[in-house]
């Protein structure tokens, strides 16, 4: 199998507090990986450090093949493994002085030189996908935080990356959009995108998940099969942080 | 002693065509200050937000000694002053229009720099993370967002420039004030040529003001 991610002993602080320690983890090819923990926990810098949206102090980070360098270091690598990299934010991050169209055309066209025409195409084909081809003429402010959230999928999608990242996708929506989100990730994994997602929807993590990881502190402190790891956590600290999760 | 002060009516209206001579030194100051200024605003504040230190100190100390010094003090120096300098003499028009420059320059670099650092650092990691390189984030994302956000204060940075060029008929520029003072020397009618000049600044904002108002619906409307 092919390996997209490797970390060898990952070190990672803000300031003094050390939010990721000795982070091994490797994430093959077609995988969906699904990140859970308590807040603070390090989870979403983790997925960060994947696409140099945080930079490592100690350790080994290799994407795709291509080293990325700790702190400091040469970064040269960093724009070739972003453009094989996806992201999708809590806070969806979508250009609000564009329509959707041209959030989802803007990179295939700045980065890839994708002429217009191409890139236009992919953009109505990607909206269908995700189910809002009718809207991508508007403002993204004129859209729901569901669709907005698909929007912002889409637009990583038209860079065709070899890996997804999403950052708590759904965190910030109401509740009544949360599936629609859930839907297109999970039509995804079953394409074979290779996913890593934070996230606190355990529902999701149990049927979509190849492989759960629990972050406690900035360290990894179990992971295995979804089952395993919902009804069989063998780690004292997984136990209470799923009692407490999914208690309600 | 009881004013038996009159408001003429008719010396108001004979020093029209006199006065209005001065509108177009006054315009060309300010438009053309205001020009250079705002090329100026968007190089430094651009520089005073940069990380590298040898970029940002120069561009801060600009801003700070052409906002913390008086205009006057500005215009004063560079058309009496600086010819020493350089040699030779400065026209005035010239200086007026430098002073301007330099002084709106500062105060629109910290529109820029305000306008830039109020867009959602979220924007930024957007761009990047999709391979988008830093320039072509912040041209292509962050520019467009923060320039919608800086017409206000440019607009109110224009009005203030406007009125600033009163200040240049100290070194002898046939502006709106000076084209007032000349003239009251010969018809001794203070108050009314006064009053006209108000009323010919007043009518220049106000038309700016509008203008303005009608770019910031156009620019928002999106949004």
């Not at chain 1, 066209?109 to 269908?128: I, Y």
């Not at chain 1, 629990?214 to 942080?241: C, L, M, S, W």
């Not at chain 2, 391979?131 to 072509?136: F, I």
Request: include cysteine; hydrophobic fraction near 45%.
């Amino acid at each position: 199998m092919t390996q997209i991610v490797q970390m060898k002993g990952m070190n990672k602080y803000f300031g003094k507090l050390h939010v990721l320690k000795d982070i091994d983890l490797s994430v093959e090819q077609g995988e969906v990986v699904v990140i859970i923990g308590a807040s603070g926990s390090g989870k979403s810098t983790l997925i960060r450090c994947v696409n140099g949206l945080e930079e490592f102090e100690s350790g080994h980070l290799e994407v795709e093949g291509q080293a990325l360098a700790p702190k400091g270091g040469n970064q040269k690598m960093l724009a070739e493994i972003r453009k094989e990299v996806g992201m999708v934010f809590q806070q969806f991050n979508l250009f609000p002085h564009l329509t959707v169209k041209k959030n989802i055309m803007l990179a295939p066209q700045k980065v890839k030189n994708t002429p217009q025409t191409v890139a236009n195409a992919t953009a109505e084909r990607l909206l269908e996908r995700v189910g809002i081809g009718n809207q991508a003429d508007k403002y993204p402010s004129h859209l729901s935080g569901g669709q907005q959230q698909r929007v912002a999928i889409a637009r990583a999608l038209a860079m065709e990356p070899r890996l997804m990242l999403f950052d708590e996708p759904t965190s910030a929506l109401d509740p009544e959009m949360i599936g629609e989100v859930l839907d297109v990730m999970r039509e995804l994994a079953k394409e074979g995108m290779t996913m890593m997602v934070v996230t606190h929807e355990m529902g999701f993590a149990r049927e979509v998940a190849d492989r759960v990881i629990y972050i406690h502190e900035g360290q990894i402190v179990e992971q295995g099969k979804p089952d395993d790891v919902f009804d069989n956590p063998q780690n004292e600290r997984t136990q209470a942080f799923l009692s407490r999760v999914l208690a309600h | 002693m009881e004013s038996q002060f009159q408001f003429d009516w008719q010396a108001a209206i004979n020093s029209i065509p006199f006065l209005i001579k001065g509108i177009p030194y006054t315009l060309l100051i300010s438009f053309g200050g205001l020009l250079i200024g705002f090329a100026l605003g968007i190089i430094f504040g651009l520089l005073s937000i940069n990380r590298h230190w040898f970029l940002k100190w120069p561009a801060t100390a600009y801003i700070e000694i052409f906002r913390g010094t008086p205009i006057l003090v500005q215009v004063l120096f560079i058309f009496y002053g600086l010819p020493d300098l350089i040699g030779g003499p400065i026209d005035p028009l010239t200086a007026g229009i430098a002073a301007i420059a330099l002084n709106s320059g500062a105060y629109i670099s910290e529109v820029v720099r305000g306008g830039v650092q109020s867009i959602d650092k979220g924007q930024t990691e957007a761009g990047l993370s999709l391979g988008l390189s830093r320039t072509q984030t912040f041209w292509s994302i962050i520019w467009p967002q923060a320039f919608r956000r800086m017409i206000p204060p440019l607009g109110n940075q224009a009005i203030v420039s406007i009125k600033d060029t009163s200040l240049f008929s100290v070194i002898g520029v046939g502006e709106l004030v000076r084209q007032g003072q000349v003239y009251i020397a010969n018809t001794f009618t203070a108050f009314e040529v006064y009053f006209v000049v108000a009323v010919m600044y007043l009518a220049i904002t106000l038309s700016l003001s509008l203008v303005l108002r009608l770019v910031e619906r156009r620019g928002l409307a999106s949004v």
